[in-house]
DNA sequence: CGGGAGGATGGTAGCGATACCACGACGGGG
DNA sequence: CCCCGTCGTGGTATCGCTACCATCCTCCCG
């Protein structure tokens, strides 16, 4: 004789199980786990009748029982190691909430860029029971761990890379309307001699940007051609490209770096040449990191959502590996998502301009 | 007739599982469940051998069905809303990991400072199953969410708190000791006149920093008052400390701001004046945050471990929360963890000091 | 010296979901 | 017209672990 209460209804923690939602909507649990687990053998009409039971329910599946039952862990390693660090934090937030709606574990990994780390990172993720990868940029680059990934098996996305290779899933602004949208700006403000700090030549983002950039100025046709420094993404690397641009005669009015961190160096140099920003130089940078709202003043870029991104690239990752089950191979998936040119205090019109 | 094979040996994909142990320890599963989870009815020899068991096999539970078996959701809250943003990346990482050793999952929640923003997050939190929470700094000062979160019987654990109340548990650094250290480190330099920023007055950890900066420059004794301005922690009121600090005269040699935002504040009105760092002046900074190792040169600092100190107050949360079960109500915690004084590039003699 | 308290251990029944098979209902070719 | 392949669905057996009892044994106290 066992103590039947506690089983009459549900879970003990009230909670919606797979059996209560069979039950509202008249069919076996198994109908309903295929029906939300995506397989292709249910009826329209029965999948209808589940979905909405579901939905009225307000049923979501434990993650803890489908682990369990289907013993594949479902972790997704998260291979990071950045030099324009800023970015990882938002990054985070946005691939976590993207897990933990899916209910899949994330992984961190640190990863230098050398081939050596790289496998180590890539080994280390394997052993850990992932089976897909998150490439924030710059590792999203890297043909080394790619290949590793790929050999391992592993579903994989890169995140902000320029232009990605066609076989890879993708998430992305595009770099170059986004650095056409910056210029056209900067020229609409009335700048006229402008210039440029390109990026890391390794990262293919760089070029994208470059490219957006020097197409409008093309376009324009009459401007006096733009003073260019290379740049590696780092303040350092800015500083020593600012040093050359504001040292030319007749200085820039306005200068566009590819990042954020370049952009700050810029506006630190500036300083230091009792050069007022906005008034007496405009500084525009790229991506809207940490350091863009926390200097000042705030620095006018271009926004990614980081975090948005991160989490479609999550998704994109679970969709692959869940579907990758049921369906064919994972068909190349690319994802563009929406930038957005936030103008805070460090552009302005250039100080001899008509208002 | 079923298929027999595959379950001759253990677990299908060949991992370890508690009956494995079990056999080769000679005992039933559910003692050696008891000794896994720190049951405390369980023989001093038994335990020993259960444990050897468990590292001979390299034995490790598997999470989900812990989970489904104890009905025991095990999510964490992670309450954040950063204005020295920096921070939450590293932080991030740090809990994580923890959270990925533990098997638990991470719950991320923004928060506003205001007290409707702090119940509404902790609501959510709430019904999105989180059984303890994490506070990293500003948050854990406020005295709103810890209420609210105790009404709701979470457990709490404040991070880098300056002066925690007794009765949470809390993981920090010495603010103070680490404050005394590099005023020590400034006056070895050989600097006299000394410039201080104070954090922001809501955040006990600022108190801590200033108590240990005056009680050197007091012991020391011989030297010329300090300038002291207040700051609040963002990189615009430590432009405003810095200005009128650097309008003195004597203006000070070195300027220790208490944290990396303001201290950047400072070489940038710093460069301003056409004064280099660290040849005319010396500024530090404390926490070692990105902007600290971004911008160039690169900044003195206080290292706080901070991806170490998100991962000792995951332990310590699940810690109390496996351990509320069996043993008493937790005890109150609190870990210091040792900070590091990073010298980089913003640090030098004064001018004109006798090497 | 017996009975009861309580420590140490084992047995059994799920937790909530999926894997795998079985089964009825179609539909088209031989 | 029957057989067989395929679709749609339900049943059953776990997945690895812990809750909850039942049990045995020890030791203390009256």
Redesign the pocket.
Known sequence: M??PA??TR????G????????RYA?????????V??G?????????QTVLQAVRRLG????????N?????GERMGLLYGNPSASYLSEFLVGALDAATRHGVQLVLEKCELTPAASRRAVRRLVSGGAVGAVLPPPLCESTVICAELQAARMQIVAVAAGRPPAELMCVRIDDFAAAREMTRYLLALGHERLGFIKGHPNQTASEERWRGFSSVIQEAGHLPAPRVEQGFFTFRSGLDAARKLLAAEPAPTAIFASNDDMAAAVMAEAHRRALEVPHDLTVVGFDDSLIASTIWPGLTTIHQPIAQMAGEAVDLLVTAVRGG?GHGPAESAHRLVAYELVARESAARPKGAAV
Chains 1, 2 share one sequence.
């Not at 397989?39 to 999948?47: G, L, N």
């Not at 049923?59 to 489908?66: D, E, G």
Request: glycine fraction near 4%; avoid cysteine; hydrophobic fraction near 35%.
């Open positions: 066992n103590k506690r089983k549900s879970g003990a923690r909670s919606i199980t797979i059996k209560d939602v069979a008249g069919v076996s649990p198994m109908t309903v786990s295929r939300v687990n397989s292709q053998y249910v009826s329209d009409a029965t999948r049923y979501s599946p434990n993650i803890a029982a489908r369990l039952a289907s013993a594949r089950k």
